[in-house]
C-alpha cells in the first residue's frame, strides 16, 4: 500500500503507507492506517448528525488515536517481516480501510451500519495480528 497503490497496483488511500518490511514500518504503517480511519471519523463527525451513535463513534476516535499494545508488541515481532505475517497485516489494514472507506460520503442513513462494519474491522484486525504470533 505505497503511495498511490498498494502492492497489488490497487489504489491505496492511505498516503505513504509504510509496509511492513521491519518493526519502524510496520509501527508507521499501524499509525498511519488507525490516523486515517480516525481523520475520516473525525470528519465524519463534523459533518453528520450522529444521534445514538456519538459516544460509539467518539470510542472509535479515541481507538484510533492510541495504539493498541498488543497489537504494537506483535508488530514489532520480527516474525512479522515474514512473508505469510507481512501479507496478513496488509489484509488486515485493507479490511480496515475498506470498512471505513464508505464514511467519506455517508449520511445520517447509514451510519449505524458505517460504525459496525468499522467496529468489526478494528476489532478483527487486533484480534487477528495478535493471533498471528500465536501460529
Known sequence: MSEGTDKTGRSAPVPGYAGHADATARRLSDQ??????????????ERVPAGGFTDR????????EFGD???????EDSRFAGPELAELLEACDRKFI????PGREAGPEGLGALVEAIETAFNERSESIVAGLKR
Open 98 to 101: 475498506a470498512a471505513a472507506s
Open 57 to 64: 463513534l467518539d470510542a472509535l476516535i479515541f481507538r484510533c
Open 69 to 75: 499494545q498488543h497489537v504494537v508488541k506483535a508488530i
Open 32 to 45: 498511519q492506517v488507525r490516523a486515517w480511519v480516525g481523520e475520516m471519523l473525525a470528519d465524519l463527525r
